[in-house]
């Protein structure tokens, strides 16, 4: 079992432990892959350096056989046959290829002077000083630059050269000395060189073996360079990811450093190798290291990979193992959670059932019995509880027991939740009660789990609330009936006092026509009475005469003439007044009486201008009135004189306020049965919020200037009721106002009610 | 026809152009009638140049698989293969040198051993404690002081081994492995296989009438000479 358990962290460690090993091999292949690589770079740059050194060697094997077939002497041959060689760039690193005589002590002063006699007269043998012998350079080719030198060193006084020249003298091949400072580079910061020398033998002498080769010396002849430009020569490029440094002998030492490539380095060098060279029969140590782009450049980062992917699949393995084996118990786990949960929900429920303070119920949602009833139930209801948990709902319910049947339903399927129902209780007593009803599953059945709450209390609080509402109702509906009946009368008392107003209003029209008339009346009874008065006077001055007794006949027929003449005015004065009387008759009598008769229009209204006139007669406007003389009329002449009196006094009073000249007009068409009857001005016009209220019954403009409010609503009544026709007003504010009044000639006879609620209204279509 | 040689102590020394392949070089091409030309170059650049045909001849050469594709070997001594380590590097056994990685083994390049050492080099190859080398001058000079703390000898270094700071600094540890025949290189690309029989009869021959034995008393006394001259030939 425990092995069991330990299974997942056992695979762990296996895969953990194979990704190792793969790991390990991949790292390792790797490392042996990069070392190969290195191992063959070394072995290439080894091989460079050889192969360049032989090649030198070939070169100077070609001027040893010059000088086998010339004599060192010669030196224009040796100084075409250099120049033959055409030192290109691979050769470049070549600094000077000369000629080194072996000069024994004895021969040195014969040798100087046979120097002076090619030409170089300051030849001496430098260092100077008493030697067994000199090696002097005695020809430096090709003769350019730093080679136009003087000749005469003596390379054989020079330790580290004269090795190599022994070397070279004894084994007849090519050596190549230490490191050297150039002859031809002076200063101390001269590139390191090394010089090749290869011997040159006394022709014709053996020289097969040590000895003979010693004996038979001639001199040497030699290659000098500079290390810097042999490598330089030798890699057109570096070896990648490799930097070399050269050494003189086994010693990596800053002394004996040769070349030192600039080296690319931010970590310890992966592969490094000191390998020696023998060249020439000397040693060199190349130092190789890699650089930093080295295992970049070569390297495989699949260790890396592996130890990842192996790891995450390990972990993965392990966590897959740990899962299934873990998987019944888990289960198990969980399902004794699940259980535990149940049990505490069902403990839960039955805590909230039995303990609620609420009624609680479980019903059979079929036969209606009840299942189950809380402790509060069987205190509500009355019964004990082992007595109502097998009561049929129905015994509760006061519905017919098949409507209750039918609720269950709706309650199973969740159609409805809530319901008002009247229980009735073990005494008897009726309750209301809500119910909240809905299905749940109890041991595999589902029952209805209803919850009862009373509401008679509220219900009794409802209808009491509904009672108040119906009482106040009724008291609302007396006291507007009051209200109304106040209106009412209020109402009245307001049209009464309209018609007051109207007949006021009419009397102090009629006291303006009084006025009017008496001032007409006024000039033919004064001119009356003035010729009255001469007529006196005449007759007393002629009876004078008589009584004088001087009176003539002449003077008689003059005073005849003359009271015929003032006779005649009185007649027509009085004649006047008298037709003016006639024609105020009329008008008040129209006005005062109503009644209706035949009339002339024309006639009509010039007595109502005519009467109204002299009102006006100061005032700047001018009143033209132009109506035919035979319309006639069969109408109540009164109140169209008055509303003609009206519209005139109306303009009168507003039009032309503020003007210095104007006309009123009045005209009339007719046909056979109607009259249109038109009465405008050229004055100020109205603007059209009063112009909609102006037949609006004490609507005034001028209040306290006279206007009454009532003329043009008393008018339009008189039109609209007993002329039976209609009147209209238009205004165009700035160019005056128009009235157009239309009747019947013949006006309807009056049956009931001629001027109550008869009016139109009818507003402007003009501007 | 060519024939390079190169320097290792008694066999070859470029200084004094002699040694022991010299005089059995020029016995060989004296014996042939041919004109042979003789040179010398590093053991690697031999090899490589056999590979590649260019050179037919070399000496004293020991032969393992990759030689035997393009090089044919005409016997005529064996000898043992030695390491010989710094005193103070604390060595008894082959052992005790590959187990501390401070040491390192100077090695010619392109040199091949007996199986053991073959074994050890290249185990110390892959530890990349190795140093290379052109010729075995530099290695006895690395030594020396302290560059290298190993390198393996032939009977040819000996003479080295008896100069005085070279006998105090250093012991001798043997590879327990049988002698291993060295012979006449030949390039498998430059001579045919009858040419080859031919130059292996000519061994044989130098071999058979004391020849071989002559040269190799010149250097090494008569018992090591008998002892690396009388072998059986594989």
């Known amino acids: ?767 | 026809l060519t024939l390079a040689l190169h320097d290792h102590g008694l066999l070859y020394s470029a200084a004094t152009d002699s040694g022991i392949d010299k005089d059995f070089a020029d016995e060989l091409i004296r014996r042939s009638g041919c004109k042979v030309a003789v040179s010398f170059m590093p053991r690697a650049r031999i090899w490589q140049l056999i590979e590649s045909g260019a050179l037919d001849f070399s000496l004293s050469g020991i032969t393992n698989a990759e030689r035997d594709r393009f090089a044919a070997f005409a016997w005529y001594f064996s000898n043992k293969y030695y390491l010989l380590v710094r005193k103070d590097a604390g060595v008894r056994g082959l052992p005790d040198f590959e187990r501390n990685r401070d040491l390192q083994l100077g090695v010619i390049r392109s040199f091949r051993y007996s199986e053991t050492a073959n074994r050890f080099v290249d185990t110390l190859h892959d530890a990349n404690r190795l140093s290379q080398a052109g010729g075995l001058t530099p290695l006895y000079q690395a030594l020396i002081l302290n560059r290298i703390q190993g390198m393996i000898i032939e009977p040819f270094d000996y003479p080295a081994l008896e100069e005085k700071q070279i006998r105090d600094l250093t012991a001798i540890i043997e590879f327990n492995d049988p002698p291993v025949p060295h012979g006449v290189i030949m390039s498998r690309k430059a001579l045919s296989m009858t040419e080859q029989k031919k130059w292996r009869e000519l061994v044989e021959g130098m071999r058979a009438d004391g020849t071989v034995r002559r040269i190799f008393e010149k250097y090494f006394k008569p018992e090591l000479a008998a002892a690396m001259v009388d072998f059986q030939a594989p």
């Open chain 1, 1 to 767: 079992m425990s092995l069991v358990r330990l299974l997942p962290a056992l695979i762990l460690v296996a895969a953990l432990g194979i990704t190792g090993l793969a790991w390990n091999h991949e790292r390792q292949v790797t490392q042996k892959a990069l070392q190969s690589q290195f191992d063959f770079l070394l072995r290439e740059t080894i091989g460079r350096v050889e192969q360049r050194m032989a090649t030198y060697e070939q070169m100077l094997r070609g001027v040893q056989g010059l000088l086998a077939i010339t004599e060192p002497t010669d030196r224009d041959a040796f100084s075409n046959y250099v120049g033959a060689l055409q030192f290109d760039p691979n050769f470049a690193s070549i600094q000077a290829v000369g000629i080194i005589k072996r000069v024994p002590a004895a021969l040195a002063p014969s040798h100087v002077a046979s120097m002076r006699r090619l030409g170089f007269n300051d030849y001496v043998i430098q260092p100077a000083g008493v030697r067994e012998v000199y090696a002097p350079v005695i020809q430096r080719e090709p003769y350019v630059g730093r080679n136009r030198m003087r000749p005469g060193f003596d390379a054989w006084s020079d330790p580290v050269r004269r090795s190599a020249m022994e070397r070279a003298r004894d084994s007849g091949m090519a050596a190549i000395s230490g490191k050297v400072q150039l002859v031809v580079d002076s200063g101390a910061d001269a590139p390191a060189g090394f010089v090749m020398y290869m011997p040159i033998y006394t022709r014709g002498q053996a020289q097969d073996n040590l000895a003979g080769r010693r004996a038979h010396l001639a001199g040497w002849i030699f290659a000098s360079f500079r290390m810097s430009d042999v490598i330089a020569s030798l890699y057109g490029e570096k070896p990648p990811g490799l930097a070399f440094s050269l050494f003189d002998g086994v010693e990596p030492t800053e002394a004996a450093l040769l070349y030192r490539a600039a080296e690319t380095r931010s970590r310890p060098a992966a592969f490094a190798a000191n390998e020696y060279l023998v060249v020439g029969g000397n040693t060199w140590t190349l130092s190789v290291r890699s650089q930093d782009d080295f295992e970049t450049r070569f390297g495989r980062n699949s260790a890396l990979i592996i130890a990842a992917t192996g790891v995450s699949l390990g972990l993965l393995l392990a966590l897959l193992t740990w899962l299934i084996l873990t998987a019944r118990t888990r289960a198990l786990q969980l399902a004794a959670n699940m259980t535990q949960e149940i049990r505490e929900s069902e403990a839960r429920f039955r805590d909230f059932f039995e303990k609620n303070s609420s009624v609680m119920l479980l019903i059979d949602p079929t036969s209606g019995e009840i299942k189950e009833a809380n402790e509060t139930a069987a205190t509500y209801y009355g019964y004990p509880r082992t007595q109502l948990a097998g009561m049929l709902i129905d015994e509760i319910n006061t519905l017919p027991p098949e409507r209750v049947a039918e609720e269950r339903q709706k309650a199973l399927h969740e159609e409805r939740n809530y319901f008002l129902f009247q229980h009735r209780l073990a005494s008897g007593e009726l309750r209301d009660v809500e119910v909240h009803s809905s299905p749940v599953v109890s041991g595999g059945r589902t029952l209805l789990f209803s919850i009862a709450h009373d509401v008679t209390a509220r219900k009794q609080a409802e209808q009491r609330v509904v009672e108040t509402l119906r009482s106040s109702e009724k008291d609302l509906e007396g006291r507007v009936n009051e209200r109304t009946a106040e209106l009412s009368s209020t109402i009245e008392r307001l049209k009464q006092t309209q018609v007051d107003l109207a007949q006021a209003d009419k009397l102090a029209s009629l006291g303006a026509l009084v006025a009017g008339v008496a001032h007409e009346l006024n000039t033919p009874i004064g001119n009356a009475l003035t010729m009255a008065s001469a007529l006196e006077e005449a007759a007393i001055e002629l009876d004078a005469m008589v009584a004088a007794g001087g009176l003539r006949r002449s003077v008689l027929a003059a005073h005849a003439q003359k009271s015929k003449g003032m006779a005649a005015i009185v007649t027509r004065s009085c004649l006047r007044a008298a037709s003016l009387i006639a024609s105020f008759k009329r008008v008040a009598v129209d006005q005062t009486s109503e009644q209706r008769r035949k009339f002339d229009l024309h006639a009509l209204v010039d007595d109502n201008v005519a009467a109204i006139k002299p009102s006006f007669k100061k005032a700047p406007w001018i009143i033209e009135v132009d109506i035919r003389a035979d319309i006639g009329c069969d109408s109540y002449p009164g109140p169209l004189g008055q509303v003609i009196t009206n519209l005139i006094q109306n303009a009168a009073a507003h039009a032309f306020d503020g003007r210095t000249s104007g006309t009123l007009r009045v005209y009339a068409t007719c046909d056979a049965e109607m009259v249109e009857m038109i009465v405008e001005d050229d004055g100020k016009g109205m603007e059209p919020a009063v112009l909609a209220h102006i037949f609006e019954p004490f609507y005034t403009t001028k209040l306290g200037q006279g206007g009454s409010g009532l003329g043009l609503s008393v008018s339009l009544n008189i039109v609209t009721g007993v002329l039976g026709g209609t009147l209209q007003a238009s205004s165009d504010p700035g160019y005056g106002s128009r009235f157009t009044l239309r009747f019947p000639r013949i006006a309807p006879s009056q049956v009931a009610q001629p001027r109550k609620d008869r009016r139109r209204r009818e507003q402007p279509s003009e501007g």
